[in-house]
């Protein structure tokens, strides 16, 4: 069975770009040396965006087709089906599945950055159901907040899509995060902002010790299944 690793952080933190690294490192690892005669078998995919249904939920969100409560539970439904239908089908092909966002997203966003409490009930029951039967581990990569917004808008040219990503509403969703990873039993959680102060800034330094702390704990002592 594949070891799940979700990669969490506000936009623009650098998932994607640390998925695409890791993925590309693993594949071309050499662990012979621990007797394993063959190239890890990894997957990168994203909780939103793996079934075309996902994908054109993304776009109607993008487009600003739906309210914000529309997008919050369809948020939650193919977040729940990824979790229960596409790892379910695939976890025994591989050997690591990393992925792109968790259901911290819609803790971090909805829950705590809307304040949508009325959705936290549904939320802790579909994922106690699902968190007994498999076990996912976290990257949580903590970005620089002061840059996040004024990034966010140049890169991608959305100022109306992200017009409520205010500094109050900002400071919400990172605090979500981090009460989300505190909860949680397996998780690495690296700073940017920290690297960078200890050794300099650079995506390449940042990429290094990011993928150290992966390798560290989850490939040293990786076996394959007897």
Do not use: C, M, P, Y
């Given at each position: 069975m594949a070891i799940l690793v979700s990669f969490d952080g506000i936009d623009g933190c650098g998932k994607t770009t640390t998925i695409q690294h890791f993925k590309s490192k693993l594949e071309n690892l050499d662990l012979r040396d621990k007797g394993i005669n063959r190239l890890l078998r990894v997957a990168n995919t994203k909780l939103i965006g793996?079934?075309?249904?996902?994908?054109?939920?993304?776009?109607?969100?993008?487009?600003?087709?739906?309210s914000k409560h529309e997008e919050a539970l369809g948020f939650l439904y193919h977040a729940t089906y990824f979790y229960r239908q596409w790892i379910k089908e695939h976890q025994g092909n591989y050997d690591f599945i990393l992925i792109d966002r968790s259901r911290a997203s819609f803790y971090a966003y909805q829950i705590f950055g809307r304040g949508f409490q009325e959705y936290m009930p549904m939320y802790t029951s579909i994922c106690g159901e699902d968190d007994a039967t498999m076990e996912m581990n976290y990257f949580y990569i903590k970005g620089n907040k002061a840059k996040h917004k004024e990034m966010i808008i140049?890169?991608?040219?959305e100022l109306d899509f992200f017009e409520s990503m205010d500094s109050s509403f900002h400071a919400k969703v990172y605090n979500g995060f981090e009460d989300y990873m505190a909860r949680q039993k397996s998780v690495i959680s690296i700073s940017s902002e920290q690297i960078e102060q200890d050794y300099g800034p650079g995506i390449d330094i940042f990429l290094k010790h990011a993928y150290d702390a992966f390798y560290n704990r989850f490939v040293a002592n990786f076996k394959l299944p007897e």
């Open positions: 793996t079934t075309d249904e996902s994908i054109a939920f993304r776009k109607l969100v993008l487009d600003g087709k739906l140049k890169e991608r040219n």
